[in-house]
């Protein structure tokens, strides 16, 4: 088990028995959590490290009327986060869809959209690639083209316009998120802001009611926070559905992952593997690779395996945390 997902130890409580309760903000040191009657208390972690994330299950000791202390986390299904050399920033737990939010304009990046594809791969979570403002055609064709590459791939797209065709764009994306627990990623401009305000009734209440709880509204842009979805939409295996919206940002590295990690998060890779001449090969530059054969044959793109070289590098440069 990672170092993330260990359990916290419980320390003396204050004479209440603990409650169990769903992280559903964080920002820093600074959490919400809903307990299981729907009321919600701004929660910290005993001692000084705070290694727990939106989505988490925890254990929580009352300190105050409004105020309680996390005290375990329950073992977790999967944590997504993106790292650099010096740091690691969780995003959420217990995921079920990463949903990668991009936009003809302004142009997205795809090394961000490879980089989120390749932490969901590893940790087996699906993706799903919105394309969204399709209405704005001046630039969507190669915003098409630059997608094709991953729908050949196999991953899942949607094309969407939230604004120009609202009732079009949430017919299509209720069946995908009814029921599971979904992320939004994208960078800045994308319009993870207008599909949230789709998918979520009073979501601008909920989002002021959150942050006013982490810290009197100074942090409503910069934390991660989590929305249940509308009861009616339904739920799988008894599980309601709900959205987790992260910051937006730039760049998403991927430092924790290890090489064997990494070969395997490109899909394509993984028939090729057992093709190598040799068991350690690192798919660079090595006689009798599989991978580098298969790009020569035009069954691999290039512009993936450059993505692939470059977090190895990232990979394995020192990690001092």
């Not at 190598?276 to 690192?282: A, D, P, S």
């Amino acid at each position: 088990m990672n170092r993330h997902a260990r359990h916290h130890n419980a320390g003396k409580g204050t004479g209440e028995a603990s409650q169990t309760a769903l992280i559903i903000a964080a920002h820093g040191r600074h959490y919400v959590v809903e307990l299981g009657d729907g009321s919600r208390l701004h929660a910290f972690p005993r001692g000084k490290k705070s290694d727990c994330a939106v989505g988490d299950h925890v254990a929580v000791d009352m300190a105050a009327a409004d105020q309680c202390v996390i005290t375990a986390v329950s073992p977790r299904k999967n944590l997504l986060h993106r790292s650099d050399q010096f740091k690691s920033k969780l995003l959420a737990a217990n995921i079920d869809q990463v949903v990668i939010v991009l936009a003809t304009e302004p142009s997205f990046s795809e090394d961000l959209l490879g980089r989120a594809l390749v932490s969901a791969e590893a940790l087996e979570i699906r993706p799903l690639v919105i394309l969204n403002k399709t209405d704005l055609t001046a630039r969507l064709d190669d915003a098409r083209r630059r997608l094709k590459l991953y729908q050949d791939l196999g991953y899942d797209t949607l094309e969407l316009s939230v604004h120009g065709r609202p009732e079009e764009a949430l017919a299509a994306l209720q069946p995908r998120t009814a029921g599971v627990s979904s992320i939004l990623i994208g960078q800045s401009g994308m319009g993870k802001s207008s599909l949230l305000n789709l998918l979520i009734p009073g979501v601008e209440a909920q989002t002021r009611e959150i942050s006013a709880k982490l810290d009197s509204g100074k942090h409503t842009t910069t934390f991660t926070r989590l929305y249940h979805l509308p009861a009616d939409w339904g739920t799988v295996e008894g599980r309601p559905g709900y959205l987790i919206d992260s910051p937006g940002f730039q760049e998403f590295g991927l430092h924790h992952l290890s090489e064997g990690m990494l070969e395997r998060a490109f899909r394509e890779f993984r028939p090729k593997l057992t093709e190598c001449r040799f068991y350690n090969c690192h798919h660079i530059n090595e006689p009798g690779c599989g991978v580098l054969s298969a790009i020569d044959g035009g069954e691999i793109s290039e512009r993936r395996h450059q993505l692939y070289t470059q977090l190895l590098h990232e990979s394995r440069q020192q990690k001092p945390w």
